[in-house]
């Protein structure tokens, strides 16, 4: 990293800082069940780390988030590219599938609960569906907007229809099926939670926010709401980070300068 | 100058010309036109001597209100190893009728054969430069002049791109993006890509358009070399620039618009590599202007109309 980065991203983090600074000196002499000091979050999970019992939440959490974030990401993926390929399905389905999005994620609730249970299945459908649109709108529009100069590149050398997809149409909308992932990574993680605050005792990561309220112990809630946060950040990063290696390498370079 | 240049007079009409005089009296004169062509040259008896050849080539595009006639009664045949510039104002058909020739537009009546063989789509063996290098962004330079070569094996596919960025002076950027180079530098990557599947002939849509003028100057003397460089590489360009076409080509074939058609073919027998002035170089660029009504020969044509 850069000196110039670094200095960057050290400046982010000035208003945290102070923010941390003044709650720990607050709750140095007005230490109260509303606000409680935040070293005692850290020794909450700590002992929850020591109990096993965090793993154990974790572990839920992120099975349900992963096989939601698969069947959305992929089912969007395929989807979106067939909307994107075929102006025929576009004018059937697109339509559609703009409606259905309008009706907020969590009105789905009651619905998936008597279809599915008040079980995982319910869940992990809610989060696929949460992550179902992002990544289908940008597959759609990144294909739509394949620059028809490249396509003519392809006419050139006489590709066929699938080799032009493979080759010019599909890494062309990369940079928007990028953005489509982060975004859907992001929006199913708030579903996660979400779902899970549906029911007590699921066993997922909510338990701890939830534990917390129920024994008014507020440094459990507030060591939840961290746990969510880095976590949430830590696969956006990771997804970041993946989306930029090897052949993926000139999606994080300006590519507009090239045309 | 040598003296060869000297005997032919740029301002007399050259062998392929046709369709001389005012729009109004074309349709009469298309007919009397595209015979005294074939008359003129050998007749083309199937294979024929002739790498291109285009017989009465007329093309339309349908528009909403009304259609216009892009090219018009296009005659023209082109052997190989010549270097061929198709020059025009904006409008003229240049481009529409290099991308017939290309393969990249169809429905258009009349003729265009290939080694005698009519042009139904694009082929390897034609290679295309778009104005913008059109290199694709996702792929680095050596994968961009490889991009035509998926049909080879990696190990061919290496050679030939290895030798093709020699020809255009860019193997230290084998592995760069098309986003690290000037735009000279990814024109010439472009040309190599076009090169790579070893095409008979080489198709140029404005090629330099988009460089300045320096390095235009550069991508000239460049493009010469790589076209002596290929034996019996056959180059159709399209340029509006009079003195890029007179510093490459071994034919000007201008085109007048609305409808495009072929007002007067020059061939310009000056040997190479040409100085940039001089007295027959000024004579052939005066004969040309004159073309285009700019040689304060005749009247402005704001007011000719």
């Keep these: 990293m850069s000196t110039r980065k670094k200095l960057d991203l050290a400046k982010g983090l000035v208003i945290p800082a102070l923010f941390l600074g003044v709650w720990i000196a607050w709750t140095r002499t007005h230490e109260s069940l509303l606000i409680p000091s935040p070293w005692k979050s850290v020794l909450t999970t700590k002992e929850l780390w020591e109990s096993h019992a965090l793993q154990g939440y974790l572990v839920t959490s992120l099975r349900r988030y992963f096989f939601g974030l698969l069947l959305g990401t992929s089912l969007g993926f395929v989807v979106g590219g067939l909307l994107g390929s075929s102006r025929w399905l576009e004018r059937f389905l697109l339509p559609n599938f703009n409606m259905f999005r309008q009706v907020p994620l969590v009105g789905w609730i009651p619905l998936l609960v008597i279809w599915f249970g008040m079980e995982d299945l319910s869940r992990v459908v809610l989060i696929a569906m949460g992550a179902f649109f992002p990544i289908l709108l940008n597959t759609h529009a990144g294909i739509r907007r394949v620059p028809a100069g490249y396509l003519e590149v392809g006419d050139v050398f006489g590709l066929s229809r699938w080799a032009k997809f493979k080759r010019i149409v599909l890494p062309s909308a990369l940079p928007w099926i990028r953005s489509g992932t982060i975004l859907s990574l992001t929006f199913g993680w708030t579903i996660l939670v979400a779902s899970e605050l549906l029911t007590q005792a699921n066993g997922g990561l909510s338990d701890i926010l939830d534990v917390g309220r129920e024994r008014f112990r507020l440094d459990m809630v507030n060591a939840g709401i961290v746990i969510l946060g880095l976590l949430g950040f830590a696969f956006n990063l990771l997804a970041t980070r993946l989306w930029s290696i090897g052949p993926l390498r000139w999606l994080s370079q300006n590519i507009h300068n090239s045309h | ?305």
């Design chain 2, 1 to 305: 100058m040598s003296a060869s240049a000297l005997e032919l007079n740029p301002s007399q009409p050259a062998i392929l010309e046709s369709n001389q005089g005012s729009p109004i009296a074309f349709a009469a004169e298309t007919s009397a036109a595209a015979k005294p062509e074939t008359a003129a040259q050998p007749p083309a008896s199937g294979t024929s001597e002739f790498r291109l050849q285009i017989k009465g080539l007329h093309k339309i595009f349908k528009g909403e209100d009304k259609d216009v006639t892009a090219l018009q009664d296009i005659n023209l045949s082109i052997r190989p190893g010549e270097f061929v510039s198709l020059l025009g104002a904006s409008g003229c058909g240049k481009t529409t009728l290099l991308r017939i020739i290309g393969g990249l537009e169809r429905n258009y009546t009349g003729e265009a054969l290939l080694d005698g063989k009519p042009i139904k789509g694009p082929g390897r063996d034609r290679g295309f430069v778009f104005q913008d290098h059109r290199l694709l962004p996702w792929l680095t330079i050596e994968a961009n002049v490889g991009f035509g070569l998926s049909h080879l094996s990696k190990k061919e596919r290496t050679e030939i791109v290895k030798s093709h960025l020699a020809l255009v002076g860019l193997e230290a950027f084998a592995k760069s993006y098309p986003s690290q180079l000037s735009g000279g530098m990814a024109q010439r990557a472009a040309i190599a890509r076009a090169l790579a599947t070893d095409p008979e002939i080489l198709l140029l849509d404005e090629p330099l358009g988009a460089l300045d003028a320096l390095t235009r100057l550069y991508m000239q003397e460049e493009l010469e070399k790589i076209w002596k460089a290929k034996p019996g590489l056959t180059v159709i360009m399209v340029t509006h620039d009079v003195d890029e076409a007179l510093y490459l080509s071994d034919r000007v074939i201008v085109l007048s618009p609305r409808p495009g058609r072929i007002k007067r073919t020059l061939e310009i027998k000056l040997p190479r590599p040409r100085p940039r002035e001089g007295h027959d170089f000024n004579q052939f660029k005066k004969s040309l202007l004159e073309e285009f009504q700019l040689s304060h020969k005749q009247e402005d044509p704001e007011f000719s109309i």
